[in-house]
């Protein structure tokens, strides 16, 4: 922008405005701008201009980046989030003044499009028949305080479910529903988008705007006030949720319409803004392993004249269906699948002696059982056993369901029932015992949950080669139960072909079917969830519905075969089942040796009426809850290969905290790292230190963004000095130490204990506080070998005190100063690191603003520091003229480096013929990552010189986004091909085609080739490629192909990530 057209008053305004924050709040506020706003601006504001900027250049660079109107509202944005409530509000009053109202020509467009769309009446009203004061509330926050960001509309298929996304739409646009919350509205209807090509957001936001000319500026300003309404899921299918693509944060980035709909749906592009999803079962069961903490909303009865009536699915909604029936043990359902079963529920209750003896009959009290029993009641009712013509129903129904399964029906026509031997009179018969429903085009099933049921039965009735109808023997192929095969039916399908094989249910089909679960059917479900545990990236949702299958078997021996494998386990925890399974199946993980669990809304009051449907009111549920807990603390206390458990992000209470504490106390718990990072715990952390007193096995806690106060400090510094304290290491990251709470610490590790690493990485340090560290480094009863010191605002004293007391500690190896902004001048105070006495042996300097000038001081280190053997210095602008000092350096004779780190340095081809020097000269050098260059063809056929080096030392090598093609593959070919040193190669984000991943293939697959594990995503490649690789891994099976290659268990290397 002209600065003779920059609005003058609006500038000089915003100056007066900054003025009015401290230093420190000048500093937070434009590291927010950077972080948060940047991307807004029409063209790309000046990182380094920003980070120089005062008060009044600010003000201008705002407003000549921004809209006039959006810098005020980034302004108050920004300026709300730091508390300065009444500088936000002047904002405000600035951004109204200044501001268009471009907002009210959207809503007249969405009114008149859409009431011609409805019903061509504009004084149609739109609430009409909808429960206004729930959907109203559907965002409100509970009385926790969680405020939804998703909420998932379970409507009925068809034009009414259809429908009501345009009414709400409507509704907002005519000031009847989320005026005040949501200042903008969008639709995506994913059924006119499924034929779309490739789309950006912002595109599609343009669709229903006016001319197609959205202020794209202003509405993504304020994330928070905007609203996607999504509809029609189901219509995409079943691939878009399991979507491999690379999840997108760029809102005018082009994607397929499945990748966008799946990046939108997992909060990567706008996290800050809201989703209201309206789908049926179908879809809300895709949603599942997709959406982060949705609130789930029923609407039943919907149609096009009105008669809507929407409730939040409870447990009390629930125990009014249930009506006193209560399924023990194996209720797995969440929400929206107790609404089907419910259905069902209901449906049973009003037979004739619905609580007599066949209720009492129920086969094991399970979920399965009940179906089992319920569906035999409505073939054959009274009888024990199937006569033959129940038996012929029986198989027609269940094939039935099968042929729907394998076809992706759920409406079938006579034809279809002919087919299958259901004669008009059996048909007739089935629809009046409610197992089949009469539609205008044919017949379906009740609900999904039924014909899931009938379709698995068949399986069991295909196995067992007992019965003269149709089929026999093996199973057919078409049952694939990868999580990414599975439609919504098939969910119901494995869930009940696991209950199947529980003791109770067996014995029910054996008596009244004469069947057995043939062991094809065994083998096939074990397989299944042993392909999970070698995976080693399973979804923690694939996992927890794993162990709920699992769970329904009540087999032990079937389980511990099935979870053999499981090493690493992810499990989100909501629901006091979640808790009981997880204790069953974990007991019977004989392998697991680590395990993270988010444990979310079970341990406060306002949650217990809402912990599923099977659990009892009020006390009960709570009684329920805690036996649950309990018993979870004791199998992982007594786990004997469990060695390090994750709380990820779970909020305990006091009692929840005190519990697990309790069980890890014992003497014999094995457990060995406890990683708190990220968990609500603060008000029980008393009951935490009380472990390291006897428990000596437990070495690593990790405590990362919980405050700390003093007395939790306190407590900390008792429980190290305590003689029967064995902890080694321990992280405080982004704890809000006070001073006090640092001086208690610094004193205790001036006395013996046995704690050798320390991070306080995110914590603000002055010069007065690193000097009590300082002085406890000197000490010589100091043990602390590893210090982590990331982002703590080091100034140029606290460099000099560092490098003294380095001077004054031999046992100080690792050291870790990375973003903080040493620049030359303060990274030459650590020159002393030269001296023999320094025992400092890896050192990261990551992203702190170190140039050609610093590295003419790191040389000299190299040159007289024998002792230094890893060095970090990535994101820094090192240029190709710095990196020449260090390979100067590298090439002398006193230098030991091992490990050098330079990913994002602003390297070129040119610093390759220095580096090329370096491959083929030192022995000592074993790891170099150059990830995030611009090094391109030419660079790598230059490195590829230094490779061919016959007595070259290099193991490990970076080459991640550096820019190459399948120019350069010939040449790294041939070179891999001859090179047994070289083990580990990172080819990630490169634009290999595939005839250039043929030719490395013939690298990989040679017998001299050495690598053992390399950076590739192989899914990014057409079949015919993905199956070279495959055949390639046959061939050496010792080779890895993996999406992420850096590896936090690979040695000591990113220790300081650990």
Known sequence: MEVNRLPVLSIFRLQWLLREL????????????????????HHMLPQAELELAGPERLAFLLHEYYEKPVAWVITSNILEDMDLLALAQEARQEMRREAQDENSGYKDHVLTIFTQELDGHPEANPTEGLDMQALAGAFDPDQKGFRPSIVVLQAPSGPAGRALSRRILRCWAQGALYCDLFSYVFLLSAGELRGMKEQSLVELMARNWPNHQVPKAKIMSQPQRLLFIVDGLEELGTAWCHEQARLCADSTERQPMAALMYSLLRKALLPASSILIITTDEGVQQLKAVVASPRYL??????????????????????????????????????????????????????????????????????????????????????????????????????????????????????????????????????????????????????????????????????????????????????????????????????????????????????????????????????????????????????????????????????????????????????????????????????LSSLQIDVRDLFFPEKLQELGPAGPPGLAVKAVLEEQWEHLCSVLSTHPSLRRLHLGSSVLNEWAMKTLCERLRQPSCGVQALILKNAEISSSLQHLWIILATNQNLKHIYLASTLLRDKDVEAACEA???????????????????????????????????????????????????????DALKNPQCSLRRLILDSCGLTDTSSQLLASALMSNPSLTHLCLSNNNLGADRLSLLCLLRLPSCALQRLVLNHCHLGVTSCGFLAFILLNNSSLTHLSLSMNPLQDSGLQLLCEALQGPSCRLQGLEVASCNLTSASCKSLARVLGQSKHLRSLDLATNALGDSGVATLCEGLKAEHGSLRRLGLEACGLTSDCCAMLSSTLSRNKNLTSLNLLRNDFSPLGVTMLCSAFAHPLCGLQVIGLWKQQYPKPVRKLLEETQQQKPQLEFRGDWYSLEEDDRLWWKR
């Open 298 to 591: 029923v609407v039943r009865g919907l149609s096009m004249e009105g008669g809507a009536e929407l409730e939040d699915l409870t447990a009390d909604r629930v125990e009014a269906l249930v009506s006193g029936f209560m399924l023990t043990g194996s209720w797995l359902l969440s929400w929206h699948q107790a609404s089907l079963v419910c259905r069902l529920l209901c449906a049973a209750l009003r037979l004739p002696g619905a609580q007599g003896a066949w209720m009492q009959g129920l086969a094991g009290h399970s979920l399965t059982g009940f179906y089992l029993t319920y569906l035999l009641h409505q073939v054959a009712p009274g009888r024990p056993c199937l006569g033959q013509r129940e038996q012929v129903t029986l198989w027609g129904l269940c094939s039935l369901a099968a042929y729907g399964l394998w076809g992706g029906k759920t409406l079938f026509h006579r034809r279809h029932l002919r087919a299958h031997r259901l004669r008009k009179v059996t048909v007739e018969a089935l629809v009046r015992s409610g197992l089949l429903l009469r539609q205008d085009a044919g017949y379906t099933f009740p609900n999904p949950s039924l014909q899931g049921f009938c379709a698995a039965l068949f399986y069991i009735l295909v196995g067992s080669g007992g019965w003269p109808f149709g089929p026999r023997g093996h199973v057919r192929p078409e049952l694939d139960l990868r999580p990414s095969s599975l439609s919504p039916l098939l969910l119901w399908v494995k869930h009940f072909l696991f209950g199947f094989l529980s003791p109770p249910v067996a014995c029910a089909l054996r008596t009244r079917l004469g069947l057995l679960a043939c062991e094809e059917l065994r083998h096939l479900l074990q397989h299944w969830i042993s392909l999970l545990g070698r995976q080693g990236s399973a979804a923690p949702a694939d996992v927890l519905d794993a162990f709920h299958c699992l769970f329904q078997t009540q087999d032990e021996a079937f389980v511990c075969g099935a979870l053999s494998g499981f090493q690493d386990v992810r499990l989100p925890v909501s629901h006091w089942m979640d808790l009981l399974v997880s204790s069953f199946c974990l007991q019977s993980c004989p392998a």
């Open 720 to 774: 190290l000095r305590h003689p029967n304290c064995s902890l080694t290491s321990l992280q405080l990251d982004s704890c809000e130490l006070s001073h006090a709470g640092y001086q208690m610490l610094s004193q205790a590790l001036s006395a013996p204990i046995s704690l050798t690493s320390l991070s306080l990485a995110r914590n603000k340090m002055t010069d007065q506080i690193l000097q009590h560290f300082c």
């Open 22 to 41: 401290d230093k420190e709040e000048f500093w937070a506020f434009k590291k927010t701008l950077r972080e948060r706003y940047v991307e807004l601006s």
